[in-house]
């Protein structure tokens, strides 16, 4: 069974899983470890990751890679949240931390966050046929999610984290009545339309996760350590959580770490987190709260293994595929036609393999390419090229990483006129293999647009031979074809330039 590593960067603390997972099997967790690192606090104070900071999560970061690289995993994915998301050095942090966890780090946009923690929540408890609400109280920010069916209907990602929020407001030990006062306010403040947003149809469940409902759900039980798969799936009534917040604000921090359940660091952070968590609950008119001890790793995991990651698959997830669809749908891309581009692009990567001979994943990327490649029509017709790789360079693109979008955006740019030039800012962040796998995907994106040339769907399928020094694609077509072969042989000139070899085109006779 595959092995996949999972690291979660947030704003209090660094989590690391390493689990075996397919699509089709329950999770089981082979290593697990978590630290708290305060990342967001001097983010939250001044805006920027302190040096002492950065130094703190490297170290931490290069331990919990030594685990996982001694475990045989087939993929990695690390990813930072909020307080790293709004650290003017940014940039910074993440080519240290890269470096130290010998992985790249994605920066993920609050629903990038959602999703992950929204698979996490349902790789550890299935949801079929029920109506859920989610709710994730971080280090930096919460996330809300609505489920329905095991579906992500929606999420929204609010500045409402128990670090950020003790920065902005919490100075004093106990916190005065003016401060929890004015936290109480701006939670309201942030939190105002939510509820609305998402509904009033009943919800089946309510479910936290996160090291904060973990505490609140323990102390709340009596339950000491804050053992959190001793009270997954633990269920206490919504008038225990706000007395245990009206209890904690009362509190000095000697007097929080007293109480069982509530480990010594989390005292520390633990008034907001509730004070959210509470407040959450008032808004929706939730009676009960269920704790899940799944998260983003959990997540992260799940995705890895849907995405076949490791497993060399040439082809989108359906929930990849169903991302740029909706994101083609979005810019008014015809539906019709990126289906059509994106099925020719399929069967080009996969007969001309012998050629290209690029690793199976990246025909994932020309997939998505080719549903996306037009999207810059929605800027202006002029130069659309270039305003399809802005868009898609700048879009959230959840289920895929940053590096797979910038690809997917690179691809995009070059679907027409010229080929890349190193003057071209959207060649410049590529390194060599990708520079090259890009310029390998083109023709093959040329091709499939070309025979899609009318927007009308006439070529129903494609053959590809590679025989005597040339390549010959053989056409079935409904009608016929002349817009799609001028174009096509147009394209074909691009393909010789790259791959030194002729094009020619055949239709089959019905």
Not at 40 to 62: D, H, P, Y
Request: charged share 25%; proline share 3%; hydrophobic share 40%.
């Amino acid at each position: 069974m595959p092995r996949y590593a999972a690291i979660d960067i947030g704003s209090n603390s660094i989590r690391m899983e390493v689990a075996e997972k397919t699509p089709e099997s329950p999770m089981r967790i082979v290593a697990s470890e978590r630290e708290v690192s305060r990342l967001g606090e001097s983010v939250f104070r001044t805006g920027k990751i302190s040096r002492e900071a950065m130094e703190l999560n490297c170290q931490i970061l290069a331990r919990m890679a030594a685990q996982y690289e001694k475990l045989d995993v087939a993929g990695v994915r690390a990813v930072a949240t909020s307080a790293v998301r709004d650290a003017r050095n940014q940039a910074e942090f993440i080519q240290k931390a890269a470096r130290a966890a010998n992985t790249t780090v994605d920066v993920v946009s609050g629903r990038e966050e959602a999703r992950l923690i929204h698979l996490g929540v349902l790789s550890r408890w299935p949801l079929p046929s029920r109506r859920a609400l989610i709710v994730d109280v971080g280090g930096g920010s919460i996330e809300i999610i609505a489920s329905e069916n095991g579906r992500m209907l929606d999420a929204v990602s609010k500045p409402l984290g128990a670090v950020r929020l003790r920065e902005m407001f919490l100075a004093g030990d106990p916190p005065a009545e003016l401060e929890l006062h004015r936290m109480h306010e701006f939670i309201v403040e942030k939190l105002d339309g939510v509820s609305r947003r998402f509904g009033s149809a009943h919800w089946d469940l309510a479910i936290a996760t996160s090291a904060t409902a973990c505490a609140a759900v323990c102390a709340i039980g009596g339950i000491a350590g804050s053992k959190a798969d001793r009270v997954d799936r633990v269920r206490v009534r919504s008038a225990q959580v706000r007395k245990l917040g009206k209890r904690l604000g009362s509190l000095d921090l000697a007097g929080r770490r007293r109480i069982k359940g509530i480990g010594p660091r989390r005292a520390e952070i633990i008034v907001p987190g509730v004070s959210v968590l509470a407040h959450v609950l008032e808004a929706f008119g939730l009676g009960y709260l269920h704790y899940s001890a799944a998260g983003v790793r959990d997540g992260i995991v799940a995705d890895l293994a849907a995405r076949g990651v490791g497993m060399q698959r040439a082809q989108l997830s359906p929930e990849q595929r169903a991302e740029v669809q909706r994101l083609s749908v979005r810019y008014g891309v015809s539906r019709k036609h990126s289906l059509k581009v994106a099925g020719l692009a399929r069967t080009l990567f996969a007969s001309l393999q012998a050629l290209h001979q690029l690793p199976l994943e990246m025909g994932k990327v020309l997939e998505a390419a080719a549903y996306l490649h037009d999207v810059g029509h929605y800027v202006s017709d002029l130069s659309h090229h270039k305003h399809s790789y802005y868009v898609v360079s700048n879009s959230d693109m959840p289920g895929f990483t940053n590096r797979e979008r910038e690809l997917v955006a690179t691809l995009c740019r070059y679907h027409r006129k010229t080929l890349p030039a190193p003057q071209h800012t959207a060649t410049q962040a590529l390194t060599s293999e990708e520079a090259q796998a890009v310029l390998r995907l083109i023709p093959l994106l040329r091709l499939a647009d070309s025979l899609d040339r009318s927007h009308t769907q006439r070529v129903q399928s494609v053959e590809c031979r590679i025989q005597d020094g040339q390549v010959t694609v053989q056409i079935t077509a409904s009608a016929g074809i002349d817009l799609e072969l001028w174009a096509g042989e147009r394209a074909g000139e691009v393909f010789r330039q790259v791959y030194g070899l002729p094009v020619f085109f055949a239709r089959n006779r019905k």
